[in-house]
């Protein structure tokens, strides 16, 4: 395969209903004198192009801390690969840095990681995998498969792993198991371990 150009735009998922923290906007969670998404998107932020945040309520609130905010493709929370088409769907870059808003321990050498193996094998959606399991929401997207995503989950289907596995993929071994730890109670909140 000839060597494709590499560009990338980065998307945070913040479109989610956070049952687990009572239907908070979970994104605009304080959290060490941060919002989550604040978290995200320091480490984010010198990877992209474009920063895109999708999220399906306090517009107003993320489009001041990004260049594009999107809703999901599907209304009523219908799951995180509509907000990842919608991020998809606006891209100007070859490849999409997608990370979710509830992982602040997140780091840039995770991300640098990820975008170095995504770079060498640009043809893959390159996946995070820790010793815990895939990393599912941690991935890098050939933008290319935007009209196979729409296709699929118009077609009702919407798990994520079984979407990644229709394409050629890689999973790459991330030592950091701390850097994934997602944030989904107040009590966690309260003892969030923040680097």
Not at 21 to 45: C, F, H, M, N, Q
Not at 82 to 101: D, F, K, Q, R
Not at 110 to 129: D, F, M, W
Request: with cysteine.
């Amino acid at each position: 395969m000839a060597e494709c150009a590499f560009s990338l735009d980065g998307l945070i998922l913040a479109g989610g209903r956070a049952t687990r923290l009572g239907g908070v906007d979970k994104g605009l969670e304080s959290l060490a004198g941060k919002t989550l998404i604040e978290w995200s998107i320091s480490p984010l932020r010198p990877l992209v192009s474009q920063l895109i945040i999708n999220c399906n309520r306090n517009h107003p609130r993320y489009e001041a801390l990004a260049d594009r905010v999107v809703e999901d493709a599907e209304p009523d929370f219908a799951g995180p690969l509509h907000g990842v088409l919608s991020g998809l769907n606006v891209a100007n870059a070859s490849h999409l840095l997608v990370l979710p808003c509830d992982t602040p321990q997140i780091t840039p050498a995770v991300l640098q990681q990820l975008v170095g193996a995504a770079r060498l094998a640009p043809e893959k959606i390159t996946i995070a995998r820790t010793a815990d399991g895939w990393q599912p929401l941690h991935v890098v997207i050939p933008c290319c498969y935007k009209a196979d995503l729409a296709a699929w989950l118009a077609e009702g289907n919407a798990k994520v792993r079984a979407w990644y596995q229709q394409h050629p993929h890689q999973l790459i071994e991330c030592s950091d198991s701390d850097a994934f730890y997602n944030l989904n109670s107040e009590q966690e909140r309260t003892l969030y371990p923040t680097r």
